[in-house]
Nanobody, 117 residues
Framework: QVQLVESGGGLVQAGGSLRLSCAAS????????MRWYRQAPGKEREFVAD????????TYVDSVKGRFTISRDNALNTVYLQMNSLKPEDTAVYYC??????????WGQGTQVTVSS
């Protein structure tokens, strides 16, 4: 099992930036990828970005391409989501997920991002 703790959310004006962090602990050797999802009020959870745990390129949902950047620091077992040029429609609870080679995904508790217009 992998434990995930997100941080870095908050309130920001449109056009501003935030950096989310997701610290992983536990059986991180089983992780093959890390993903960020978000869920806005009244909407389904949406994929935002992912990155391979040991390498490989990142992928993004179209709505955040060019504005968000996912990165990782394997020495710290931490994944980041740098969010620039934030829009009110980016307001959501952001979750990180650890994708294992086999088995159940692990999820963090979520961190609230609110973008005011």
């Amino acid at each position: 099992q992998v434990q995930l703790v997100e941080s870095g959310g908050g309130l920001v004006q449109a056009g501003g930036s935030l950096r989310l962090s997701c610290a992983a602990s536990g059986h991180t050797f089983s992780v093959v990828a890390m993903r960020w999802y978000r869920q806005a009020p009244g909407k389904e959870r949406e994929f935002v970005a992912d990155i391979g745990w040991s390498g490989g390129s990142a992928t993004y949902v179209d709505s955040v391409k060019g504005r968000f950047t996912i990165s990782r620091d394997n020495a710290l077992n931490t994944v980041y989501l740098q969010m620039n040029s934030l829009k009110p429609e980016d307001t959501a609870v952001y979750y990180c997920a650890a994708v294992p080679r086999v088995g159940v995904w692990s999820w963090g508790q979520g961190t609230q991002v609110t973008v005011s217009s």
